[in-house]
């Protein structure tokens, strides 16, 4: 069965560039989510898509920005990159925001290191 | 305040015996979902697990129940005749239907399989 598919799986920058993470969500899966996992941590929600709107917002940077495209998948921008932005990001796709169960199907995540 | 506490940082289990993880979470939202994911060192998270906050039986899946005590707000994970590949780190999360539609994770279990 397919899965969330994130590119790239690794990604190495310097401070203060620029990267883009992109995710493509299960077929027919209307919702994405993001999340950073820094060394250690657990998942902190970033930010969410339903329908290509922006959904919800968490603990998102400013110099972070994301968008969902009408093929229903997300990129996830970053610039003016920062050592402490060194982590793994997971992107996650569900149908729908309805219920409860709507599991979350994470991706392999992108582990990004700025050096 | 944090919504999901795993107080064992770190676990370990005889192989083929079982072991249980703890997660109590904090909710005002009727309507919930407790979830536990399996993070191996690759990185990706697994899904095992899921428990409704309407739920009247515990969840198992193969291996996996969910202890799920509703008034203590208490959602342990047991895994049953451990085996050397349960050995991972463990997350607990969250979903409530009207606060958002992301997930919150606990801080994660360590769990160490011995032969």
């Known amino acids: 069965a397919a899965g969330v598919i994130q590119s790239p799986r690794h990604l190495i920058k310097e401070k203060r560039e620029t990267a883009t993470l992109k995710c493509y969500p299960i077929p027919r899966h209307d919702t994405v989510y993001w999340y950073q996992q820094g060394p250690g941590q657990d998942p902190q929600f970033l930010i969410s898509f339903y329908e290509k709107m922006q959904s919800d917002k968490g603990s998102i940077p400013d110099r972070f920005s994301a968008q969902q495209f009408s093929d229903y998948h997300s990129e996830l921008n970053m610039s003016s990159l920062e050592l402490g932005d060194s982590a793994l990001y997971f992107c996650a796709s569900s149908l729908g925001l309805a219920d409860s169960y709507n599991e979350q199907f994470f991706g392999p995540g992108t582990r990004l290191t700025v050096l | ?115």
Do not use: H
């Open chain 2, 1 to 115: 305040a944090q919504k999901i506490t795993q107080t064992q940082p770190g676990m370990f289990v005889q192989e083929k015996e079982a072991v249980t993880l703890d997660c109590t979470y904090d909710t005002s939202d009727p309507s919930y979902g407790l979830f536990w994911y399996k993070q191996p060192s690759s990185g990706e998270m697994i899904f095992l697990i899921y428990q409704g906050s309407y739920d009247q039986q515990n969840a198992t899946e193969g291996r996996y129940s969910l202890n799920f005590q509703k008034a203590r707000k208490s959602a342990n994970l047991v895994i049953s005749a451990s085996q050397l590949g349960d050995s991972a780190m463990y997350f607990c999360a969250m979903r409530e239907v009207n606060y958002g539609q992301n997930f919150v994770f606990g801080p994660g279990t360590r769990l160490s399989v011995l032969p």
